[in-house]
């Protein structure tokens, strides 16, 4: 294949995110101002501290964000994000 026929791709800017349901005030779990207690079995614990050193990130902000995930939808949790 000749490398002056592939196309290059250009950034693409992406809209702001639609508030479909309105604001849910999940700025705060972003900010890390909340508190939020989980209790975890052993197994779920070691679990979790495996997910989070493979992603490298916190295990708060990863059951943050699963949380809000579960319960609201991953398009509220891009809002959220994008708020930051």
């Known amino acids: 294949m000749w490398p002056f026929s592939h196309k290059q791709k250009k950034a693409q800017v992406l809209p702001a995110m639609t508030d479909l349901i309105g604001d849910r005030e999940l700025k705060q779990l ?3 101002t909340t508190v939020l207690r989980v209790w ?3 197994a779920g614990r070691t679990a979790l501290d495996e ?3 493979r992603a ?3 295990a708060a902000k990863y059951i943050r964000e ?3 995930i579960y ?6 949790l891009l809002r959220m ?3 930051i």
């Open 30 to 32: 972003s900010e890390n």
């Open 40 to 42: 975890l079995p052993e």
């Open 51 to 53: 997910i989070v050193e």
């Open 56 to 58: 490298g990130i916190v």
């Open 66 to 68: 699963f949380f809000v």
């Open 71 to 76: 319960l609201y939808g991953m398009h509220e």
């Open 81 to 83: 994000q994008a708020i």
